[in-house]
């Protein structure tokens, strides 16, 4: 009876000591609170009681930095959030050099990001958001390698302007546009010009030329019948008339 006692106490103490450690998971190791090994995916077995194992999951996690207020080089207080990307790779440092790797983690990026942006200009930081990013990145990388961690990357989400910011961007952009729509109808009116003066000088080359196309413009008008509309006709129209008329004349003869 003694002997089925001892054997069941010690098959339930087999089985209790049993693991499974997960594809995406570590298990660190501590016997009699030393670090005595990190397990690799599997069935494993620890002595319980004497031995206790810590699982760490060694996938990207990903960090949502909430929105804080931040003020930038020139003494503008903007709003900003961001996202840190980063994965485990040394299961036993995050565990033994470091509380909690992962609040850690996202604490330094933050406090990081706070200071380079307090260290650019509201321009430099909407026009150059990927590479503030990526200096940021690489801060934040050396100094979590020590904890077994690597950042793959911060992305910055949200850049909140104040409101009066935004209306006076609003108008200085409104106004860039007018400009460029002055610009280029100016642009537009000078190639016309030059046409202009190109079709002028070819007419006034043919004899009537001038006076055919004048008349041709007259005709397509179409004024109301209620209305008189008078011509003031240039003195090289009635030129071309008669250069046209005597040309008729001669063509008959």
């Known amino acids: 009876m003694w002997y089925g006692i001892i054997i069941f106490i010690l098959v339930v103490f087999g089985l209790g000591g049993l693991r499974v450690i997960n594809q995406y998971e570590r298990g660190v190791v501590l016997t009699l609170g030393k670090y005595t090994g ?3 995916p599997g069935l494993k077995w620890i002595l ?3 031995q206790r194992m810590i699982k760490v999951d060694i996938r990207i ?6 929105r804080q207020e931040v003020i930038t080089k020139d003494n503008v207080t903007i709003g900003i959030n961001a996202v840190v990307y980063f994965r485990v790779e040394k299961a ?10 992962t609040y850690a983690t996202a604490q330094y990026a933050l406090a990081t990001l706070r200071d380079i942006i307090g260290g650019v200009e509201l321009d430099t930081l909407l ?5 503030i990013a990526i200096e940021v990145k690489k801060m934040v990388d050396a100094a979590t390698a020590p ?4 950042v793959t990357a911060i992305k910055m989400q949200d850049i909140e302007l104040p409101a009066a910011m935004k209306r006076a961007m609003a108008a200085q952009a409104e106004t860039e546009r007018e400009k460029r729509a002055i610009i280029i109808k100016a642009e537009g009116e000078v190639k016309a010009a030059e046409n202009l003066q190109k079709a002028a000088e070819i007419l006034s080359g043919v004899p009537g030329g001038l006076t055919l ?6 005709e397509k008008l179409q004024p109301d019948p209620s209305k008189t509309v008078i011509f003031a006709l240039p003195v090289e129209i009635l030129e071309g008339l008669k250069s046209l008329t005597e040309a008729r004349k001669k063509e008959k003869e």
Do not use: S
């Open 38 to 40: 990190t397990y690799a």
């Open 92 to 101: 036993e440092d995050a565990v033994l050099k470091i509380e909690n790797y």
């Open 61 to 66: 996690t990903t960090v949502d930095i909430p």
């Open 127 to 131: 026009t150059e958001r990927e590479k």
């Open 147 to 150: 904890w077994g961690i690597d």
């Open 213 to 218: 196309r004048t008349l041709g413009t007259i």
């Open 48 to 50: 319980i009681g004497i």
